[in-house]
T-cell receptor, first 115, second 110 residues
Framework: EADIYQTPRYLVIGTGKKITLECSQTMGHDKMYWYQQDPGMELHLIHYSYGVNSTEKGDLSSESTVSRIRTEHFPLTLESARPSHTSQYLC??????????????FGPGTRLTVL | SQQGEEDPQALSIQEGENATMNCSYKTSINNLQWYRQNSGRGLVHLILIRSNEREKHSGRLRVTLDTSKKSSSLLITASRAADTASYFCATQTGANNLFFGTGTRLTVIP
C-alpha cells in the first residue's frame, strides 16, 4: 500500500465556495502530481511539482492552484467552485525519475461534486 | 500527443479465462508502465517495461513491448473476479511525466 493520503474522500459543495483538497505523502518523494479524471475516462494532468517551492501546470488547463511549501504536502485549491469542476481528483507522488524510470503512487482520490 | 490508446475499451470474460489488453502510443519512449484502477479509487502500479526489453512477467501478468510498432500488450492469465478493474498504460520519455492511455475496463464474471 502506498503511503499517500487524500482528504476529503467525498465533497459536495455549492457554487462559489472556496475549497482545498489535501494530499500528503510519507515516502519523501520529490515529485507530486494532481490529475483530474471524469468517471470511466482517462487521467488528465493538471499540476505537478518537482519539489519544495516548485509548481508547474500540467497538460489540461485548470482554474485550480497548488502550493508546495513542504515536501510531504501538496494541496489543491479552487477559489470559486463551479459545476464544471465536478470530477474526481487524484494525487500522486514519485521519486523523480532518476535512472529514467519513475513509478507513480496514487492516493485514493477525492470525488468533488459542485451543485 | 504522446497519449496512449488502449484497445479494447471494455472487455468481459469468464473467470479462469485469459484477458489481453493492448496499448499503442505515438512517440519514442523510455519505458511503458501498466496501472490498475478499481472503481472510484486511485491507480496502482502493476509493472514497468523498459524500451530495451521485449517481455516481462510478474505473477499472472505478462507484458510485451514492440517499440517498432509502438505498442504493448498486457496479458492476465487465469483471471479472477477480483481482477475486475480498469487498466491503464502509461508512457514515459526520459525524466518527463507519465502520459496515460484511455484505459480498458475489464469485467471478470464469476
Amino acid at each position: 500500500e502506498a503511503d499517500i493520503y487524500q482528504t476529503p474522500r467525498y465533497l459536495v459543495i455549492g457554487t462559489g465556495k472556496k475549497i482545498t483538497l489535501e494530499c500528503s505523502q510519507t515516502m519523501g518523494h520529490d515529485k507530486m502530481y494532481w490529475y483530474q479524471q471524469d468517471p470511466g475516462m482517462e487521467l488528465h494532468l493538471i499540476h505537478y511539482s518537482y519539489g519544495v517551492n516548485s509548481t508547474e501546470k500540467g497538460d489540461l488547463s485548470s482554474e485550480s492552484t497548488v502550493s508546495r511549501i513542504r515536501t510531504e504536502h501538496f494541496p489543491l485549491t479552487l477559489e470559486s467552485a463551479r459545476p464544471s469542476h465536478t470530477s474526481q481528483y487524484l494525487c500522486a507522488s514519485s521519486e523523480g525519475g532518476r535512472g529514467g524510470t519513475d513509478t507513480q503512487y496514487f492516493g485514493p482520490g477525492t470525488r468533488l461534486t459542485v451543485l | 500527443s504522446q497519449q496512449g490508446e488502449e484497445d479494447p475499451q471494455a472487455l468481459s470474460i469468464q473467470e479462469g479465462e485469459n484477458a489481453t489488453m493492448n496499448c499503442s502510443y505515438k512517440t519514442s519512449i523510455n519505458n511503458l508502465q501498466w496501472y490498475r484502477q478499481n472503481s472510484g479509487r486511485g491507480l496502482v502500479h502493476l509493472i514497468l517495461i523498459r524500451s530495451n526489453e521485449r517481455e516481462k512477467h510478474s505473477g499472472r501478468l505478462r507484458v510485451t513491448l514492440d517499440t517498432s510498432k509502438k505498442s504493448s500488450s498486457l496479458l492476465i492469465t487465469a483471471s479472477r473476479a477480483a481482477d475486475t478493474a480498469s487498466y491503464f498504460c502509461a508512457t514515459q520519455t526520459g525524466a518527463n511525466n507519465l502520459f496515460f492511455g484511455t484505459g480498458t475496463r475489464l469485467t471478470v464474471i464469476p
